[in-house]
């Protein structure tokens, strides 16, 4: 059953509204550094490896292993942008009410998407390692389907880039990086992300 409540937690029907958010990709396409496949998938993969990678997947290691509202905390503080703190936030709140009616509580204060996706990946005994490459699968899905929206790419360029990228998600979920080396600098992201809470028209909350 743990296999199946895998595929619950990262399928794209979970309603927590992932897919309203485009994390900055939208505002990059808007500035001209995404254009076609190629940079979307240049874009995506930086994210990936700089953002992603270095704070998302260690905060949410140790939350599976022993969750803290204090890591919880840290994490809300390292979203550069009024938007993205709204998303994890709302998605978290989302998570956290569904889990709720399911008989599991997240009995954290405001908690972050990371904190309630660990508190589902402890009640239902899903292997942490596997919860976290599909985390990062549910991530990826998601911002190539908001590419294929915003760019916009053809359902086949999106597959491909699925393809590529997706072989990165094992190593980084089996990544144990030392506090020390944790960082979400990715200037870039975070200027396209402050720029598109004032963007005119737009697809996309965050």
């Known amino acids: 059953m743990s296999l ?3 595929l619950q937690l990262a399928s794209p029907t979970l309603p927590v509204g992932a897919y309203s958010y485009s994390q900055g990709l939208e ?15 240049a874009w995506i993969a930086d994210v990936l490896e700089f953002c992603v990678a270095r704070v998302e997947v260690p905060v949410l ?3 599976i292993e022993a969750p803290t509202q204090a ?20 998605m978290g709140h989302s998570l956290a009410q569904l889990l709720a009616a399911l ?11 990371p904190t309630s996706y660990a508190a589902a990946v402890r009640a239902w005994s899903i292997e942490p390692r596997q919860a976290i490459v599909a985390y990062l699968w549910s991530w990826l899905e998601n911002q190539a389907m908001a590419a294929v929206k915003a760019v916009p790419l053809g359902q086949t360029a999106a597959q491909k880039m699925l393809l590529t990228l997706g072989e990165r998600l094992a190593p ?5 990086l ?3 080396q944790w960082s979400n600098f990715a200037p870039g992201l975070a200027f396209v992300s402050a720029r598109h809470e004032t963007q005119y028209s737009r697809l996309f909350r965050s």
Do not use: C, M
């Not at 890591?71 to 709302?90: H, K």
């Not at 008989?103 to 998407?113: E, K, R």
């Open 27 to 41: 505002a990059a396409v808007e500035a001209g550094l995404v254009h076609d496949a190629a940079s979307a998938e």
């Open 172 to 176: 980084i979920a089996e990544a144990r």
């Open 61 to 63: 290691h140790l939350q």
């Open 71 to 90: 890591r919880n905390d840290f994490f809300l503080a390292t979203r550069e942008t009024a938007e993205l703190r709204a998303e994890t936030l709302q």
């Open 103 to 113: 008989g599991i509580q997240v009995p954290f204060t405001q908690p972050a998407y």
């Open 4 to 6: 199946a409540r895998l």
């Open 178 to 180: 030392e506090e020390a």
